[in-house]
């Protein structure tokens, strides 16, 4: 018999701000900006597209297209998306080694 694999969405286990929070922290420490504009698709995803894309004034269609795996989103549609989901971009000077 053969087993049916079916695609594993993470934001399906985003259900708390803690949650999306942690996973945030942890694609920005990987200082991958594409996996990072990857993750923040995922939030808002996790969030509801519709709602991010009320708060935003962007179109679902464009927030899909920018936060796909081959998309490039703008800062300024990553800041929007950012301050919707409630996530703030600090900077902070690294401790010394």
């Known amino acids: 018999m053969t087993e049916k694999l079916t695609t594993y969405d993470p934001a399906e286990d985003l259900t708390s701000d803690e949650a999306m929070a942690l996973f945030m922290a942890e694609a920005f420490q990987t200082n ?3 996996y990072i504009a990857h993750a923040l698709g995922v939030v808002a ?5 519709t709602q991010i ?9 464009q927030l899909y297209r920018s936060f ?6 703008t800062l300024k549609t990553t800041l ?5 989901l409630g996530i703030e971009l600090t900077a902070k000077v690294p401790a010394a080694a």
């Open 45 to 49: 995803r996790a969030k509801g597209m």
């Open 68 to 73: 796909s795996e081959n998309g490039n989103p």
């Open 32 to 34: 991958d900006a594409g």
């Open 80 to 84: 929007a998306v950012m301050k919707a």
């Open 53 to 61: 894309a009320g708060q935003t004034g962007l179109s679902r269609e």
